[in-house]
């Protein structure tokens, strides 16, 4: 990829899209197409069509669909599972249609098998049954990976997919029922602040794990796959490091001074009791992170506090 080589971003707008937009800038590329309010609407094949035919990129990013954590997901499945099939399929058939020179797809953590062995390797995927609270979003996402892998096949196509750990940052969702954990997390905490209430909720037992990415460091490695990933299967996006929702939420109520205590709602569901991403790919090739989990929460927390309340 040049410096001016033409890259499109489907789904710049959202949480993942923007941290790659932010990447290649600072990473010196120049010549971003079909950026914010320029995108075609991705559910609508005609529009993607044309926009491809107009615009004519050469490197494609597919970070579009909907996300949500797992209150989310399991509120609205059906959105969440035909929102991704829509738009990735318009995304990879058109890219394909207009010669795309190389096209990243961002798939989930999810894909995985509900008890797959840790750390998780793409050698694992399909092994299993999938987490019944996020089975309709990662079929979704798992089309995707495979419709790449379709595309290599038949077409030779350079399609990689890649699988990320679970992002956090500025810029997140901080909806206490729809977001993910961390982002609810902080706004539980701080909403409690406010009301002088001297506890949080914490959804389950407190005992699953998570590895977790900081999302500037996640854009800078889907720039550093798009330059450097050639495998024909998905490559993990991660520090390899997991850390249990108990010490996450004590991190989280150090990190804002609260006085109170967290309470586990046990009626809530757990998800997966594992997820830690094999990052030894990743790191073999020679990507590190910019950050700390630690400083990435902190950083977070500060950005709430200064742009949400
Ligand atoms: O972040 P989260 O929704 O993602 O939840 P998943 C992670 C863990 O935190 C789960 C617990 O064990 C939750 O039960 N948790 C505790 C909370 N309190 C809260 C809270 O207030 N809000 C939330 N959201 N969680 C999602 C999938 O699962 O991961 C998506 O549902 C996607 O499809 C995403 O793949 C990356 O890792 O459990």
Redesign the pocket.
Known sequence: MEKNSKIFVAGSDNFIGSSIVRALTRHGYTNITGEGIKEPDLRDKEAVKQFFKDTKPEYVFSAAGE?????A?QETPAF?MLDNLLTESHIISEAHNSGVKKLIYLA???TYPKESNQPMKPEYLMTGPLEP??EF??TAKLTGIKLCEAYMQQYGDSFHSVIPA?PFGPGDSFD?EN????G??IR?IHTAQQSRSDSI????T?K?R?DFIFIDDLGDACVFAMENYTGSSPLNLSVGEDVS?RDL?NILINLSGFQGQANYDLS?????AI?LLDGSELKNLGWRPSISIEDGLDQTNKWFVENHL
């Open positions: 996300i949500g954590g797992i209150g997901n969440f989930s953590s999810c609270t996020s979003y990662a679970n206490a977001g993910h954990v961390i609810a997390l539980k909720t914490v959804w389950g407190g699953p998570r929702i939420a809530k569901q757990d998800g997966m997820k």
